[in-house]
C-alpha cells in the first residue's frame, strides 16, 4: 500500500518558519515529480511547489516564490518544504503529492497527481 505522511505542521507566528516533511512508503518515488499542494476551506486546492526527479524545482510564483524551498532525499523517500518569512495568508493545509510519470518536468496541476497525502494543518497568526 503507498502512504505519502506530513509532518511538522502547527501554529508559528508571522515571519517565522516552518519545516514540512512527507514520508513516502510503498514503493519509490525517486524517478517521479512530488509536489506541495495546499487548501484552505471554500477554496480550490493550491499548487505550491513541485520537484522533478533530478531537483529540478518549480514554485507559485504568486505566493511563495522566494520564501519557500523544495527538496527532496531520494535515498529516504521523502521531500522536504522549507518555509520562510510566513504570513497569514500562508495558513492551510498542506498536502504533499506523488505523480507516477517517470523522468518528468513537475506539473504544477493537481489533476496529475496521483497519489496524496493527508495533509498537514498550517497556521500563521500572532
Known amino acids: 500500500q503507498v502512504r505519502l505522511v506530513e509532518t511538522g505542521g502547527g501554529l508559528v507566528q508571522p515571519g517565522g518558519s516552518l519545516r514540512l516533511s512527507c514520508a513516502a512508503s510503498?514503493?519509490?518515488?525517486?524517478?517521479?515529480?512530488m509536489a506541495w499542494f495546499r487548501q484552505v476551506p471554500g477554496k480550490e486546492r493550491e499548487f505550491v511547489a513541485a520537484?522533478?526527479?533530478?531537483?529540478?524545482?518549480?514554485y507559485n510564483p504568486d505566493s511563495v516564490q522566494g520564501r519557500f524551498a523544495i527538496s527532496r532525499d531520494n535515498a529516504k523517500n521523502t521531500v522536504t518544504l522549507q518555509m520562510n518569512n510566513l504570513k497569514a495568508e500562508d495558513t492551510a493545509v498542506y498536502y504533499c503529492?506523488?505523480?507516477?510519470?517517470?523522468?518528468?518536468?513537475?506539473?504544477?496541476?493537481?489533476?496529475?497527481?496521483?497519489?496524496w497525502g493527508q495533509g498537514t494543518q498550517v497556521t500563521v497568526s500572532s
Open positions: 503529492a506523488a505523480d507516477t510519470a517517470v523522468l518528468k518536468s513537475p506539473p504544477v496541476s493537481s489533476t496529475e497527481y496521483v497519489y
Open positions: 510503498g514503493r519509490s518515488f525517486n524517478f517521479n515529480p
Open positions: 520537484i522533478s526527479w533530478s531537483k529540478e524545482t518549480t
